[in-house]
């Protein structure tokens, strides 16, 4: 079975600085999906970023970006120009390419932005 | 465009009591989940579903009972509630590549 691990609890950026939040994953699958979702404080979970395992490129979106190691498991979010609005807990999450149905989420990261 | 659509948000129930979660998407998804949101865990898969007709456990299933009679549609029951289930419940759906759309959940308390 596939496991996400996320190793900070919690992290803290100031504002309009770089902040990179850390994801590794296990799995035996060659072709997959990994995802992070942000979650503010309304508790709404808004996907932040897609990456496909078999693209080499990183994903970007804005000021958020991947860096996706698949060899060595890892699948960090670099949030660059930190803004108060990016405050919220973050969650990086696995999908296997086959079309399973189950998205495997790692425990999540509280990340805080000091003014 | 709605998206995905939950109800209730809120939600006090007695032990022993049963409820439906409500959960409607419009976006004509195949794949359909319920999460459940507890402090320190993450979310969890209760249920999902592949398709109208078709349903099956995930890694929370105890106490829970789904059915998908329409694409549309897939609600979660509560058949006996216990404090245990206590928690923030999500639904979410998707296509076969892509990212889970979420609802916005509904928290629900058992007293």
């Known amino acids: 079975a596939q496991t996400v691990t996320q190793s900070q609890p919690e992290m803290s950026v100031q504002e309009a600085e770089t902040v990179t939040l850390s994801c590794t994953y296990d799995t035996s699958e060659s072709d997959y999906y990994l995802f992070w979702y942000k979650q503010p404080p309304s508790r709404q979970m808004i996907l932040v970023i897609r990456?496909?395992?078999?693209?080499?490129q990183n994903a970007t979106e804005n000021r958020f970006s991947v860096n996706f190691q698949k060899a060595a498991k890892s699948f960090s979010l670099k949030i660059s120009d930190s803004q108060l609005g990016d405050a919220a807990m973050y969650f990086c999450?696995?999908?296997?390419?086959?079309?399973?149905?189950?998205?495997?989420f790692g425990k999540g990261t509280k990340l805080t932005v000091n003014p | 465009n709605a998206g995905v659509t939950q109800t209730p948000k809120f939600q006090v129930l007695k032990t022993g009591q049963s409820m439906t979660l409500q959960c409607a998407q419009d976006?004509?998804?195949?794949?359909m989940s319920w999460y459940r949101q507890d402090p320190g865990m993450g979310l969890r898969l209760i249920h999902y579903?592949?398709?109208?007709?078709?349903?099956d456990q995930g890694e929370v299933p105890n106490g829970y009972n789904v059915s998908r009679s329409t694409t549309e549609d897939f609600p979660l029951r509560l058949l006996s509630a216990a404090p245990s289930q206590t928690s923030v419940y999500f639904c979410a759906s998707s296509h076969s590549d892509g990212g889970y759309t979420f609802g916005s959940g509904t928290r629900l308390t058992v007293v």
């Open positions: 990456q496909e395992a078999y693209k080499q």
């Open positions: 976006m004509n998804h195949e794949y």
């Open positions: 999450a696995y999908r296997s390419f086959s079309g399973s149905e189950k998205l495997v």
């Open positions: 579903s592949v398709g109208a007709g078709i349903t």
